[in-house]
T-cell receptor, first 114, second 113 residues
Framework: DAKTTQPPSMDCAEGRAANLPCNHSTISGNEYVYWYRQIHSQGPQYIIHGLKNNETNEMASLIITEDRKSSTLILPHATLRDTAVYYCIVRVAHGSSNTGKLIFGQGTTLQVKP | DGGITQSPKYLFRKEGQNVTLSCEQNLNHDAMYWYRQDPGQGLRLIYYSQIVNDFQKGDIAEGYSVSREKKESFPLTVTSAQKNPTAFYLC????????????FGQGTRLTVV
């Protein structure tokens, strides 16, 4: 199964962009990159996902390198409520059904400071 | 409202007792998952089910059992064989395939005393 590597922690000033990196050097061609975040003692919240093109939604942007071995999640204007653990996940295709397991790593704890 | 519901939020059990955690979804999702989270750690996959009456072991299935008799429900039983059952348990569901996001419940915190 493909694995991801993230820095354990990062700080960001409120109102500035938060750029969270992720390495997934063993990713396969049909595996998607997903980002979730988890606020303490709650279920993870979906943020964004992509295959090879950059993606943007109302929450964030996802930049995937051309070789797909790394990606960056961008929160354009971080707020105090964005303080959370951010997980970069490679969704693994499983067999012929193609149902994808989400394999979580340790995540990055983002601290947004006033 | 559509969503995924785990109950109860907090659960206490005596050592040696089996306990069943509930997970229900009304999203019409085929796939469902159970994860375990220990303090300061990421989520680890216990079991997952792609379709009714079928399920597969995840990375840490020992000491756990599941059933998938209905599409909406995927209960997890923590048996007495689980050596260290105290943890935060999370259930998720998704449409089949890897192109769509999975939705998580709010979790059940199990404490075995």
């Amino acid at each position: 199964d493909a694995k991801t590597t993230q820095p354990p922690s990062m700080d960001c000033a409120e109102g500035r962009a938060a750029n969270l990196p992720c390495n997934h050097s063993t990713i396969s061609g049909n595996e998607y990159v997903y980002w979730y975040r988890q606020i303490h003692s709650q279920g993870p919240q979906y943020i964004i996902h992509g295959l090879k093109n950059n993606e943007t939604n109302e929450m964030a942007s996802l930049i995937i390198t051309e070789d797909r071995k790394s990606s960056t999640l961008i929160l354009p204007h971080a707020t105090l409520r964005d303080t959370a653990v951010y997980y970069c996940i490679v969704r693994v295709a499983h067999g012929s059904s193609n149902t994808g397991k989400l394999i979580f790593g340790q995540g990055t704890t983002l601290q947004v400071k006033p | 409202d559509g969503g995924i519901t785990q109950s109860p939020k907090y659960l206490f059990r005596k050592e040696g007792q089996n306990v069943t955690l509930s997970c229900e979804q009304n999203l019409n999702h085929d796939a469902m998952y159970w994860y375990r989270q220990d303090p300061g750690q990421g989520l680890r996959l216990i079991y997952y089910s792609q379709i009714v009456n079928d399920f597969q072991k995840g990375d840490i299935a020992e000491g756990y059992s599941v059933s998938r008799e209905k599409k909406e429900s995927f209960p997890l039983t923590v048996t007495s064989a689980q050596k260290n059952p105290t943890a935060f348990y999370l259930c998720a569901s998704s449409i089949q395939g890897i192109k769509t996001e999975a939705f998580f419940g709010q979790g059940t915190r199990l404490t075995v005393v």
